[in-house]
Protein backbone atom coordinates (compact mmCIF):
# COMPACT_ATOMS: atom_id res chain seq x y z
CA UNK A 1 0.00 0.00 0.00
CA UNK A 2 1.28 3.74 -0.41
CA UNK A 3 -0.22 5.29 2.47
CA UNK A 4 -0.13 9.41 3.30
CA UNK A 5 -1.10 10.55 6.65
CA UNK A 6 -1.21 14.10 7.66
CA UNK A 7 -2.30 15.44 11.21
CA UNK A 8 -0.57 17.53 13.72
CA UNK A 9 -0.57 20.21 16.38
CA UNK A 10 -0.70 18.27 19.33
CA UNK A 11 0.34 14.68 20.26
CA UNK A 12 -3.74 13.62 20.17
CA UNK A 13 -3.73 13.65 16.52
CA UNK A 14 -0.21 12.90 15.80
CA UNK A 15 0.14 9.34 17.65
CA UNK A 16 -3.05 7.75 16.97
CA UNK A 17 -1.72 8.21 13.26
CA UNK A 18 1.67 6.54 13.79
CA UNK A 19 -0.59 3.71 15.58
CA UNK A 20 -2.05 3.19 12.52
CA UNK A 21 1.02 3.38 10.27
CA UNK A 22 2.30 0.88 12.00
CA UNK A 23 -0.37 -1.33 12.17
CA UNK A 24 -0.61 -1.14 8.47
CA UNK A 25 3.03 -1.93 8.16
CA UNK A 26 2.71 -5.41 9.88
CA UNK A 27 0.19 -6.10 7.87
CA UNK A 28 1.72 -5.15 4.73
CA UNK A 29 5.24 -4.54 5.59
CA UNK A 30 5.87 -3.22 1.76
CA UNK A 31 3.86 -0.31 2.81
CA UNK A 32 5.24 2.59 1.70
CA UNK A 33 4.52 5.77 3.61
CA UNK A 34 4.82 9.34 3.32
CA UNK A 35 3.29 11.99 6.75
CA UNK A 36 2.75 15.58 5.75
CA UNK A 37 2.14 18.02 8.64
CA UNK A 38 3.95 21.23 9.62
CA UNK A 39 7.15 22.85 11.25
CA UNK A 40 5.37 24.28 14.00
CA UNK A 41 3.63 21.12 15.42
CA UNK A 42 5.23 18.52 16.96
CA UNK A 43 5.00 16.11 14.40
CA UNK A 44 8.09 18.20 13.28
CA UNK A 45 9.96 16.13 16.58
CA UNK A 46 7.87 13.28 16.72
CA UNK A 47 7.47 11.90 13.53
CA UNK A 48 11.25 11.97 11.75
CA UNK A 49 12.14 10.32 15.20
CA UNK A 50 10.01 7.18 14.31
CA UNK A 51 12.11 7.61 11.32
CA UNK A 52 8.77 8.15 8.98
CA UNK A 53 9.64 10.07 5.82
CA UNK A 54 8.47 13.22 6.38
CA UNK A 55 7.15 16.58 4.37
CA UNK A 56 6.11 20.03 6.07
CA UNK A 57 3.27 22.48 4.14
CA UNK A 58 2.91 26.00 5.77
CA UNK A 59 -0.60 26.53 7.07
CA UNK A 60 -2.44 28.49 9.98
CA UNK A 61 -5.95 28.45 11.66
CA UNK A 62 -8.65 30.44 11.40
CA UNK A 63 -9.34 33.25 14.29
CA UNK A 64 -12.50 33.22 15.49
CA UNK A 65 -13.04 36.44 15.07
CA UNK A 66 -13.36 38.58 12.15
CA UNK A 67 -9.72 39.73 11.48
CA UNK A 68 -6.88 40.67 8.35
CA UNK A 69 -5.19 37.61 9.70
CA UNK A 70 -7.83 35.38 8.65
CA UNK A 71 -7.23 36.61 4.64
CA UNK A 72 -4.07 35.45 5.27
CA UNK A 73 -5.36 32.21 6.58
CA UNK A 74 -7.06 31.86 3.20
CA UNK A 75 -4.10 32.65 1.01
CA UNK A 76 -1.97 30.27 3.19
CA UNK A 77 -4.91 27.43 2.80
CA UNK A 78 -4.91 28.01 -1.29
CA UNK A 79 -1.37 27.72 -1.11
CA UNK A 80 -0.74 24.93 1.08
CA UNK A 81 -3.60 23.08 -1.29
CA UNK A 82 -1.07 23.43 -4.16
CA UNK A 83 1.73 22.13 -2.37
CA UNK A 84 -0.02 19.25 -1.33
CA UNK A 85 -1.16 18.57 -4.74
CA UNK A 86 2.56 18.48 -5.82
CA UNK A 87 3.26 16.28 -3.14
CA UNK A 88 0.39 13.69 -3.92
CA UNK A 89 1.58 13.69 -7.48
CA UNK A 90 4.99 13.05 -6.35
CA UNK A 91 4.09 10.31 -3.66
CA UNK A 92 0.90 8.95 -5.59
CA UNK A 93 -0.58 7.72 -2.93
CA UNK A 94 -3.49 4.84 -2.88
CA UNK A 95 -5.16 6.11 -0.09
CA UNK A 96 -4.96 9.04 1.94
CA UNK A 97 -6.06 10.01 5.84
CA UNK A 98 -5.99 12.61 7.95
CA UNK A 99 -6.40 12.52 11.22
CA UNK A 100 -7.00 16.24 12.73
CA UNK A 101 -5.96 19.77 12.98
CA UNK A 102 -5.10 22.37 10.04
CA UNK A 103 -2.62 20.48 8.50
CA UNK A 104 -5.10 17.54 7.57
CA UNK A 105 -7.34 20.15 5.89
CA UNK A 106 -5.52 21.50 2.92
CA UNK A 107 -3.69 17.54 1.88
CA UNK A 108 -7.06 15.38 2.43
CA UNK A 109 -8.90 18.35 0.18
CA UNK A 110 -6.21 18.41 -1.96
CA UNK A 111 -6.43 14.70 -2.50
CA UNK A 112 -10.39 14.35 -2.60
CA UNK A 113 -10.05 16.97 -5.82
CA UNK A 114 -8.01 14.50 -7.13
CA UNK A 115 -9.96 11.07 -6.67
CA UNK A 116 -7.86 10.07 -4.67
CA UNK A 117 -9.55 7.51 -1.36
CA UNK A 118 -10.00 9.32 1.69
CA UNK A 119 -10.39 8.93 4.80
CA UNK A 120 -10.27 11.18 8.18
CA UNK A 121 -10.17 9.68 11.85
CA UNK A 122 -12.59 11.88 14.59
CA UNK A 123 -10.41 10.94 18.44
CA UNK A 124 -13.29 13.48 19.89
CA UNK A 125 -16.94 13.19 20.91
CA UNK A 126 -17.31 16.71 19.53
CA UNK A 127 -15.86 16.96 15.79
CA UNK A 128 -13.17 19.53 15.44
CA UNK A 129 -13.72 22.34 12.47
CA UNK A 130 -11.37 20.93 10.03
CA UNK A 131 -12.71 17.26 9.96
CA UNK A 132 -16.21 19.17 9.53
CA UNK A 133 -15.02 20.56 7.03
CA UNK A 134 -13.17 17.54 5.57
CA UNK A 135 -16.47 15.51 6.02
CA UNK A 136 -18.06 16.69 2.96
CA UNK A 137 -15.32 15.82 0.60
CA UNK A 138 -14.01 12.38 2.19
CA UNK A 139 -15.43 8.55 1.70
CA UNK A 140 -15.17 7.58 5.36
CA UNK A 141 -14.99 9.09 8.36
CA UNK A 142 -13.77 6.86 11.58
CA UNK A 143 -15.34 8.22 15.13
CA UNK A 144 -13.71 6.84 18.59
CA UNK A 145 -17.28 7.88 20.80
CA UNK A 146 -20.70 7.11 19.05
CA UNK A 147 -22.35 10.84 19.92
CA UNK A 148 -19.62 11.87 17.28
CA UNK A 149 -21.94 10.41 14.14
CA UNK A 150 -24.24 13.70 15.02
CA UNK A 151 -21.32 15.65 13.47
CA UNK A 152 -21.17 14.29 10.15
CA UNK A 153 -22.97 12.94 6.97
CA UNK A 154 -23.39 9.57 8.83
CA UNK A 155 -23.75 7.63 5.68
CA UNK A 156 -20.09 7.76 5.95
CA UNK A 157 -18.95 7.33 9.36
CA UNK A 158 -17.86 4.21 10.64
CA UNK A 159 -17.48 3.20 14.17
CA UNK A 160 -13.42 2.55 14.45
CA UNK A 161 -11.90 3.23 17.90
CA UNK A 162 -8.33 5.10 18.33
CA UNK A 163 -5.74 3.29 16.55
CA UNK A 164 -3.77 4.59 19.75
CA UNK A 165 -5.57 2.22 22.08
CA UNK A 166 -4.50 -0.80 19.92
CA UNK A 167 -0.69 0.28 20.10
CA UNK A 168 -0.80 0.38 23.67
CA UNK A 169 -3.32 -2.36 24.85
CA UNK A 170 -1.82 -5.97 26.15
CA UNK A 171 1.64 -4.08 26.93
CA UNK A 172 3.71 -5.36 30.16
CA UNK A 173 5.18 -3.73 32.68
CA UNK A 174 8.98 -3.07 31.11
CA UNK A 175 10.20 -1.82 34.46
CA UNK A 176 11.32 1.53 31.91
CA UNK A 177 10.13 3.85 35.43
CA UNK A 178 13.96 2.93 36.46
CA UNK A 179 15.23 4.78 33.63
CA UNK A 180 13.77 7.90 35.55
CA UNK A 181 14.80 6.91 38.57
CA UNK A 182 11.71 5.81 40.36
CA UNK A 183 11.56 2.44 41.87
CA UNK A 184 9.72 -0.34 39.66
CA UNK A 185 7.97 -1.93 43.04
CA UNK A 186 6.47 1.44 44.38
CA UNK A 187 3.13 2.26 43.26
CA UNK A 188 2.90 5.17 41.02
CA UNK A 189 0.74 8.33 39.86
CA UNK A 190 1.53 9.68 36.73
CA UNK A 191 0.85 13.13 36.91
CA UNK A 192 0.44 15.31 32.48
CA UNK A 193 -1.52 17.89 31.37
CA UNK A 194 -1.89 16.28 27.66
CA UNK A 195 1.25 16.69 25.07
CA UNK A 196 1.66 20.06 25.31
CA UNK A 197 1.21 20.35 29.63
CA UNK A 198 -1.28 22.18 31.20
CA UNK A 199 -0.26 25.98 33.17
CA UNK A 200 -3.02 24.97 35.75
CA UNK A 201 -2.32 21.37 36.76
CA UNK A 202 1.57 22.16 36.54
CA UNK A 203 0.95 24.93 39.13
CA UNK A 204 -1.61 23.09 41.50
CA UNK A 205 0.89 19.87 41.61
CA UNK A 206 3.76 22.06 42.37
CA UNK A 207 1.32 23.30 44.89
CA UNK A 208 0.10 19.56 46.17
CA UNK A 209 3.52 18.65 46.88
CA UNK A 210 3.89 19.82 50.61
CA UNK A 211 0.80 17.20 50.85
CA UNK A 212 2.08 14.07 48.45
CA UNK A 213 5.77 14.18 49.64
CA UNK A 214 5.87 11.85 52.68
CA UNK A 215 3.15 9.35 50.70
CA UNK A 216 4.02 5.83 50.30
CA UNK A 217 3.29 5.74 46.33
CA UNK A 218 5.62 8.00 44.28
CA UNK A 219 4.55 10.64 41.29
CA UNK A 220 6.09 11.38 37.84
CA UNK A 221 5.78 14.63 36.97
CA UNK A 222 5.54 15.68 33.12
CA UNK A 223 5.23 19.35 32.81
CA UNK A 224 5.20 19.74 29.04
CA UNK A 225 8.65 20.64 27.56
CA UNK A 226 7.31 24.31 26.63
CA UNK A 227 6.62 25.01 30.43
CA UNK A 228 10.24 22.37 32.21
CA UNK A 229 12.00 25.44 32.80
CA UNK A 230 9.49 27.52 34.90
CA UNK A 231 8.40 24.96 36.41
CA UNK A 232 11.84 23.99 37.60
CA UNK A 233 12.94 27.66 38.83
CA UNK A 234 9.26 27.24 40.87
CA UNK A 235 10.02 24.04 42.65
CA UNK A 236 13.59 25.04 43.16
CA UNK A 237 16.10 22.65 44.43
CA UNK A 238 13.77 21.14 47.38
CA UNK A 239 12.25 18.32 45.15
CA UNK A 240 10.37 15.65 47.92
CA UNK A 241 12.17 12.42 47.40
CA UNK A 242 8.74 10.31 45.73
CA UNK A 243 8.48 12.89 43.13
CA UNK A 244 9.86 13.18 39.71
CA UNK A 245 9.86 15.83 37.18
CA UNK A 246 10.52 15.22 33.54
CA UNK A 247 9.57 17.81 30.79
CA UNK A 248 8.25 14.90 28.25
CA UNK A 249 8.14 11.29 27.74
CA UNK A 250 8.98 10.45 24.48
CA UNK A 251 7.94 6.52 24.73
CA UNK A 252 4.95 7.37 26.80
CA UNK A 253 3.05 3.54 26.11
CA UNK A 254 6.02 1.70 27.47
CA UNK A 255 5.27 3.13 30.93
CA UNK A 256 1.84 3.23 31.08
CA UNK A 257 1.37 -0.31 32.64
CA UNK A 258 3.32 0.10 35.55
CA UNK A 259 1.51 3.28 36.30
CA UNK A 260 -1.25 3.02 38.96
CA UNK A 261 -3.04 5.99 38.66
CA UNK A 262 -3.29 8.94 35.75
CA UNK A 263 -4.11 12.19 36.35
CA UNK A 264 -4.03 14.64 33.63
CA UNK A 265 -6.57 16.29 30.96
CA UNK A 266 -8.72 14.40 28.90
CA UNK A 267 -7.44 14.44 25.32
CA UNK A 268 -9.21 11.94 23.72
CA UNK A 269 -6.18 10.15 23.17
CA UNK A 270 -5.12 9.98 25.90
CA UNK A 271 -8.42 8.28 27.44
CA UNK A 272 -7.98 5.93 24.61
CA UNK A 273 -4.62 4.93 25.98
CA UNK A 274 -6.30 4.87 29.78
CA UNK A 275 -9.17 2.68 28.78
CA UNK A 276 -7.06 0.31 26.43
CA UNK A 277 -4.85 -0.39 29.56
CA UNK A 278 -7.84 0.03 32.33
CA UNK A 279 -6.08 2.54 34.53
CA UNK A 280 -8.27 4.89 37.15
CA UNK A 281 -8.18 8.26 36.08
CA UNK A 282 -8.34 12.15 37.77
CA UNK A 283 -9.40 14.05 34.52
CA UNK A 284 -9.02 18.09 34.67
CA UNK A 285 -10.29 18.72 31.49
CA UNK A 286 -9.13 21.95 29.65
CA UNK A 287 -11.61 24.51 29.18
CA UNK A 288 -10.23 26.50 26.39
CA UNK A 289 -11.12 23.46 23.89
CA UNK A 290 -14.09 24.09 21.17
CA UNK A 291 -17.00 23.15 22.48
CA UNK A 292 -15.82 21.77 25.83
CA UNK A 293 -14.92 19.05 23.74
CA UNK A 294 -12.65 17.70 27.22
CA UNK A 295 -14.95 18.13 29.52
CA UNK A 296 -17.85 15.87 27.30
CA UNK A 297 -14.70 13.26 26.70
CA UNK A 298 -14.51 13.52 30.54
CA UNK A 299 -17.68 12.56 31.63
CA UNK A 300 -18.04 9.25 28.96
CA UNK A 301 -15.71 8.30 31.82
CA UNK A 302 -16.91 9.60 34.71
CA UNK A 303 -20.53 7.87 33.86
CA UNK A 304 -19.33 4.83 33.91
CA UNK A 305 -17.34 5.33 37.46
CA UNK A 306 -14.16 4.85 35.40
CA UNK A 307 -12.43 8.89 36.86
CA UNK A 308 -13.19 11.30 38.75
CA UNK A 309 -13.34 14.70 37.48
CA UNK A 310 -11.85 18.11 38.89
CA UNK A 311 -13.04 21.38 36.89
CA UNK A 312 -10.13 23.29 36.36
CA UNK A 313 -11.73 26.13 38.28
CA UNK A 314 -11.72 24.16 41.15
CA UNK A 315 -8.60 22.74 41.08
CA UNK A 316 -5.67 23.72 43.87
CA UNK A 317 -2.90 22.22 45.18
CA UNK A 318 -4.94 20.93 48.21
CA UNK A 319 -8.15 19.23 46.39
CA UNK A 320 -5.58 17.64 44.30
CA UNK A 321 -3.60 15.94 46.61
CA UNK A 322 -6.84 15.02 48.62
CA UNK A 323 -8.30 13.38 45.13
CA UNK A 324 -4.81 11.65 44.75
CA UNK A 325 -4.52 9.73 48.34
CA UNK A 326 -7.91 9.04 48.72
CA UNK A 327 -7.71 7.14 45.07
CA UNK A 328 -4.24 5.73 46.19
CA UNK A 329 -5.10 4.66 49.50
CA UNK A 330 -8.04 2.29 48.72
CA UNK A 331 -6.82 -0.74 46.72
CA UNK A 332 -10.56 -1.59 45.94
CA UNK A 333 -11.22 1.88 44.30
CA UNK A 334 -8.42 1.39 42.17
CA UNK A 335 -9.16 -2.12 40.67
CA UNK A 336 -12.91 -0.89 40.48
CA UNK A 337 -12.36 2.17 38.59
CA UNK A 338 -9.66 0.30 36.16
CA UNK A 339 -11.83 -2.52 35.23
CA UNK A 340 -14.61 -0.25 34.58
CA UNK A 341 -11.89 1.80 32.55
CA UNK A 342 -10.92 -1.10 30.03
CA UNK A 343 -15.03 -1.81 30.18
CA UNK A 344 -15.15 1.26 27.93
CA UNK A 345 -12.07 1.16 25.44
CA UNK A 346 -12.01 -0.47 21.85
CA UNK A 347 -8.87 -2.14 21.24
CA UNK A 348 -8.85 -3.13 17.08
CA UNK A 349 -8.90 0.28 15.54
CA UNK A 350 -6.12 0.19 13.87
CA UNK A 351 -6.97 -3.40 12.64
CA UNK A 352 -10.65 -1.47 11.59
CA UNK A 353 -9.39 1.36 9.75
CA UNK A 354 -6.67 -0.85 7.46
CA UNK A 355 -9.53 -2.34 6.54
CA UNK A 356 -11.60 0.18 6.01
CA UNK A 357 -8.39 1.77 3.73
CA UNK A 358 -8.14 -1.60 2.17
CA UNK A 359 -11.78 -1.79 0.73
CA UNK A 360 -11.50 1.68 -0.55
CA UNK A 361 -8.28 0.89 -2.29
CA UNK A 362 -10.34 -1.97 -4.03
CA UNK A 363 -13.45 -0.15 -5.16
CA UNK A 364 -11.29 3.11 -6.69
CA UNK A 365 -9.29 -0.03 -9.03
CA UNK A 366 -12.99 -1.12 -10.07
C1 LIG B 1 -5.40 21.56 23.98
C2 LIG B 1 -5.91 20.68 22.89
O1 LIG B 1 -6.27 21.12 21.80
N1 LIG B 1 -5.98 19.37 23.19
C3 LIG B 1 -6.47 18.40 22.24
C4 LIG B 1 -5.31 17.51 21.82
O2 LIG B 1 -4.76 17.07 23.05
P1 LIG B 1 -3.34 16.41 23.26
O3 LIG B 1 -2.44 16.58 22.11
O4 LIG B 1 -2.87 16.84 24.60
O5 LIG B 1 -3.83 14.93 23.20
P2 LIG B 1 -4.19 13.76 24.14
O6 LIG B 1 -4.18 14.10 25.57
O7 LIG B 1 -5.41 13.14 23.60
O8 LIG B 1 -2.96 12.79 23.82
C5 LIG B 1 -1.68 13.10 24.21
C6 LIG B 1 -0.76 12.10 23.61
O9 LIG B 1 0.56 12.52 23.86
C7 LIG B 1 1.26 11.48 24.53
N2 LIG B 1 2.26 12.07 25.41
C8 LIG B 1 1.91 13.04 26.30
C9 LIG B 1 2.86 13.56 27.15
C10 LIG B 1 4.18 13.06 27.09
O10 LIG B 1 5.07 13.46 27.83
N3 LIG B 1 4.47 12.09 26.18
C11 LIG B 1 3.54 11.59 25.34
O11 LIG B 1 3.84 10.71 24.52
C12 LIG B 1 0.19 10.69 25.27
O12 LIG B 1 0.64 9.41 25.59
C13 LIG B 1 -0.94 10.73 24.26
O13 LIG B 1 -0.74 9.75 23.26
O14 LIG B 1 -5.76 16.44 20.97
C14 LIG B 1 -6.77 15.59 21.54
C15 LIG B 1 -7.12 14.52 20.51
O15 LIG B 1 -7.66 15.06 19.35
C16 LIG B 1 -7.99 16.41 21.98
O16 LIG B 1 -8.92 15.58 22.61
C17 LIG B 1 -7.51 17.51 22.92
O17 LIG B 1 -8.61 18.31 23.37
Known sequence: MRLLVSGGG???????ALALIDAVRKKEPSTEVLYVGTHKGL????VPDAGIPFKTIQIQGFKRS????NF???YLFLKSVRTAKKYLREFKPDVVVGTGGFVCGAVVYAAARMGIPTFIHEQNSVAGVTNKFLSHFVDKIGISFTEAINNFPAEKVVFTGNPRAQQVAGMKPSG???EYGLEPAKKTVLIFGGSRGARRINEATVESFS???DKSYQILFVTGSVHFDKIKNMIGTDIPKNIVVEPYIPDMPSILPEISCIVGRAGATSLAE???????SILVPSPYVTNDHQTHNAQ?????????????????GRVLADTIDKLMSDDELQKAMGENAKKAGTTDAADRITKILEQLITEAHK
Open 10 to 16: TGGHIYP
Open 43 to 46: ENKI
Open 66 to 69: LSLE
Open 72 to 74: KTV
Open 176 to 178: RLK
Open 211 to 213: FLK
Open 274 to 280: ITALGLP
Open 300 to 316: SLVSVHAAEMIREKDLD
